[in-house]
């Protein structure tokens, strides 16, 4: 007798639990979404997207989930559309039991910032992919000029932006990268009233380390402005040429 009731009250609950989670999965369908909410949880440090961007953006493909019940909101659908942002790098779009949809958004992260003669302005992200520049915000990277596509941005002139922002005595010492044809490559620093002459962009560091005995060992002695180009591009030899 004792174990037939031990089953009955096992079914019971079983049932109460079904029926439990029926009921409120569709009471929770017919609840209607209060608010929308967008967190941009990289906000502190980057401004490439404001939440307005986000809302404007999920209006205007018609999903924009205030006034509609959960049954009629496909939080899918959403996400996806906010990755059509390029600025965009990850998307998160869920429920709250207090009757919001939140969408949390990561911007891409850029590393270097390119003003091409050829392919107009864009980003490199971290992740090696073009992005687009944002009207409402600029982000400090270093800045190449010139004959660049995007190929090269994305391999020789990003590693040596990553090798500038690794480095950041380097990072604030540069203030533009200049392309010239054949990826012929020169830096304008912010110090001095000349150009450095890199050549191509093999060996950077090697060339890099040159410069710097050369500062040291000649240039901090007759002084910044005497030289037009100081030319790195020569195997065991700094060439300068006088104003």
Request: charged content about 25%; hydrophobic content about 45%; glycine content about 4%.
């Amino acid at each position: 007798m004792k174990k037939y009731l031990i089953i009955l009250i096992a079914v019971a609950v079983i049932g109460y639990l079904i029926f439990s989670a029926t009921y409120f999965r569709d009471s929770s369908r017919n609840q209607v979404c209060e608010s929308f909410e967008v967190v941009i949880r990289d906000s502190a440090r980057t401004r490439f997207v404001l939440a307005q961007d986000i809302v404007n953006l999920v209006k205007r493909y018609g999903l924009y989930p205030v006034g509609k019940t959960f049954g009629e909101i496909n939080t899918l659908s959403i996400r996806d559309t906010i990755l059509t942002n390029r600025l965009v790098e990850s998307a998160e779009v869920y429920t709250t039991p207090g009757g919001s949809i939140v969408a949390a958004i990561r911007q891409r992260e850029p590393v270097l910032r390119v003003i091409s003669d050829v392919k107009g302005n864009f980003y490199v992200d971290k992740d090696r992919h073009v992005m687009p520049v944002s009207s409402s915000f600029a982000v400090y990277v270093p800045i190449a000029t010139g004959a660049i596509d995007e190929e090269y941005a994305q391999n020789e002139l990003f590693d040596f932006a990553l090798f500038l922002h690794d480095n950041p005595d380097w990072d604030a010492w540069i203030e533009q990268i200049v392309v010239q044809k054949n990826h012929q490559v020169e830096l304008i620093p912010r110090v001095g009233d000349f150009r450095i002459i890199m050549g191509n962009l093999d060996d950077y560091p090697e060339k890099l380390a040159k410069f710097v005995r050369f500062v040291n060992e000649g240039l901090a002695i007759v002084g910044w402005n005497r030289y037009a180009e100081i030319n790195l591009k020569y195997e065991n030899q700094v060439v300068c040429t006088r104003k």
